[in-house]
């Protein structure tokens, strides 16, 4: 594989541009080797869809677009960073039990967590802001086959 792989989309903050930045995600990772059923894409798939998410419901139409970038640098560390032009950093909010949103953040920074990742919240020199998990690459081995089996 290629020491640095980069993928970007920006997509219009409507609600049908959660799915689309999923589906784009998820095709990118298939493309770099990562299975579509590894725990990894679930994880990257999730947080994609918890970030793209707040970026169209809390940019207040402040933020036309979003933008979804993806880097792997030499198949040791994946980036994922969602970019808006608000300049509002995301809070976490105090979730109750009944409540039905409001914990994106919390999801997001426990998933990253718990991969070995980090979250890092950063401004654009555009006065937006861009949020951005870095996780541990790992594409699961490709099975060897058995002595005097042949590869499909």
């Known amino acids: 594989m290629a020491d640095h792989l980069e993928a970007s989309v920006t997509l219009p903050s409507d609600p049908a541009s959660v799915s689309a930045a999923r589906n784009f995600v998820a095709s990118a990772l298939v493309e770099w080797g990562l299975p579509v059923d590894a725990e ?33 640098d030499r198949d040791e560390r994946l980036r994922v960073g969602v970019t808006d032009s608000h300049p509002r950093f995301p809070k976490r909010l105090p979730a109750a039990v009944q409540q039905d949103n409001g914990r994106g953040m919390v999801i ?29 690459w790992s594409v699961p081995a490709q099975p060897v086959p058995a002595a005097g089996q042949q590869e499909p």
């Open 40 to 72: 990894m894409a679930d994880t990257v798939r999730l947080v994609v869809s918890e970030l793209t998410t707040n970026a169209v419901q809390h940019t207040l139409g402040q933020s036309p677009t979003f933008t979804v970038d993806l880097t792997l």
């Open 108 to 136: 997001v920074r426990w998933l990253t967590t718990e991969c070995g990742g980090r979250l890092d919240v950063r401004p654009t020199p555009e006065g937006g802001k861009t949020v951005c998990i870095e996780l541990p």
